[in-house]
């Protein structure tokens, strides 16, 4: 039987990366400065950091609706026996109930999975369910095996600036004021399908110090399984820095480290500047 993957944006993947994995994408919309753009598609995640530093309002994203998800699954099943179709997590965003609601109405093969995860968070699960596809798995097999392994998924981000999560009300005018002063740089988490706050340093240095110690507090790097690392803006130096600064991580464990750049629907609150590391943890966590 055939099997098709379908995804909604907020993996990150570029098009030429979902074309070449053959995945098929439902782009997130962003809403700027009355102008609504569709996430990969009629804006690139370049000309969405240069527009975040320039808009007059802090964009708005927006889930994909029912009828969007109901045209994609009607198209893939014209050539396709099974669907499996994986979100962003249902607590930051209306995306899976979007594509429940869509698979109920259309009917067939159609397997939901709930990533619990963003960004590149949900990506190293994607990856996984990929690999998995092409060995043959059935889509019923993938999501049972994602179900237990995303238990395992660690997404871990620094933010190099308070303002954005301030301006979008994920933290108050003081937090923000204070942390700006005092250059303090959270390192977030998603832990159960939900954002926290798992640690706060003074400066780069000390940020990148304790995102590390926060990796082997999660158990440890399963090097068997996807990695990916991330940024947010338009300049990677400061993942660079991080890279170099973390050899002792990577080095002998893997060959390359796959780099994407975060999207619109967590840049938004994210900013530009942040990093983020995402992989299975050596074990639950």
């Known amino acids: 039987m055939s099997l098709q993957i379908i995804i909604d944006s907020g993996a990150d993947y570029l098009p030429e990366e979902a074309q ?29 950091y240069e527009k975040l530093e320039t808009c007059k309002e802090l964009p708005q994203t927006s889930q994909v609706n029912p009828f969007e998800f109901e045209d994609t699954f009607r198209a893939a099943q014209q050539t396709t026996d099974e669907l499996l179709v994986i979100t962003l997590s249902s607590k930051l965003s209306g995306t899976y109930q979007s594509a429940k609601i869509a698979a109920d109405n259309v009917g067939g093969n159609i397997t939901l999975v709930d990533s619990e995860n963003v960004a590149v968070g949900m990506r190293v699960l994607v990856d996984y369910a990929v690999a998995l596809r092409d060995l043959g798995w059935s889509a019923a097999a993938i999501a049972a095996e994602l179900e237990t392994a995303k238990k395992r998924v660690c997404l871990l981000a620094l933010v190099d600036t308070l303002e954005y999560l301030y301006k979008g009300g994920r933290l108050s005018r003081v937090a923000a004021l204070a942390g700006g002063l005092l250059n303090i740089k959270p390192v977030i988490g998603i832990k159960d399908g939900e954002a926290m706050i798992l640690g706060k340093a003074r400066g780069s240095r000390q940020s990148n110090n304790l995102l590390n110690e926060t990796v082997e507090k999660k158990g ?18 400061l993942l660079k820095g991080y890279i170099e600064n973390s050899r002792a991580i990577w080095e002998g464990h893997t060959d390359s480290l796959p780099v994407s750049v975060i999207g619109s629907s967590i840049g938004t609150h994210a900013g530009p500047g942040a990093i983020a590391v995402a992989f299975f943890a050596k074990q639950s966590v």
């Open 20 to 48: 070449a994995a053959n995945i098929t994408v439902v782009p997130l919309k962003t809403r700027i400065d009355g102008v609504e753009y569709l996430d990969g598609i009629t804006i690139t995640h370049r000309e969405f």
């Open 220 to 237: 440890g790097i399963d090097f068997t399984m996807p990695v990916h690392l991330a940024y947010s803006g338009n300049d990677d130096a």
